[in-house]
């Protein structure tokens, strides 16, 4: 009996626990019924910002702020942070929340995206932050991207596609004495831009990368992780887009061109 209330109220507990997760069913109650790609002004946290998509803000503040995903232990007061990926900037608000002195540089492609980023910094008074309107890639270029309107934009999949800048980042990491944490979010970007700085992270002290594997294509987890494991990091993988009978169904229910997607925690001793 005891073990069946725990299994019960294991998700309740928790998502009562801390002030960021009562504030996740806060906003849950009062957004969770928005339709779709319809801007809000949203207050949280002494923070105030504008959202294009109220759907996948929630998630992004739950595991932003509620699971805080990307909580970090640092030496100093002011870190540095390559954000890459930033979107509306619910995870640089995250980062300033922890670090308020933190210097970061928040990539984003999507130019729409990158306004809402632009405003929500701008609203909160923000300083120390650098947003570059770019896709992070393996070279400077300009590349196809497909904007979603919210957090689902992509250099890899998409019917319509706009061209848009493209930076190297191996040249930005190569130019840091050290980088408190690197977050790559990039839609797919990943692999290509990973095997590209994979002699430029020995400055990177944490590394979280967002993988995405997509039919039709060679799986390149083990790649990814082995340039890991040579640059001196340990990791930990969430499955970020779990499949009952992962023999019978093949591919990700929400995303059908995936069949893999993960989130890896990198970090060094």
Partial sequence: M???????????YHLWRTRYSRTFLRLAFQYGDVGRYKPREINFLNFEIVVPDCQSFLWQFKEIFADENYRFLSNTSSPLIYNCGANIGIDTLYFKHLYPDAHIKAFEADPTIAGYLSRNIQKNNLQNIEIINQAVWNENTTISFSAEGADGGSVIVGAKTTQVPAIRLKDWLEK???IDLLKMDIEGAEVAVIRDCKNSLGRIRHLFIEYHAYLGEPQALGEILQILTDSGFRYFIRSEADRKQPFVNRTNHKTPVMDLQLNIFAYKE
């Fill in 2 to 12: 005891i073990l069946f209330f725990k299994i019960l109220f294991k998700d309740i």
């Fill in 176 to 178: 840091e004495t050290m």
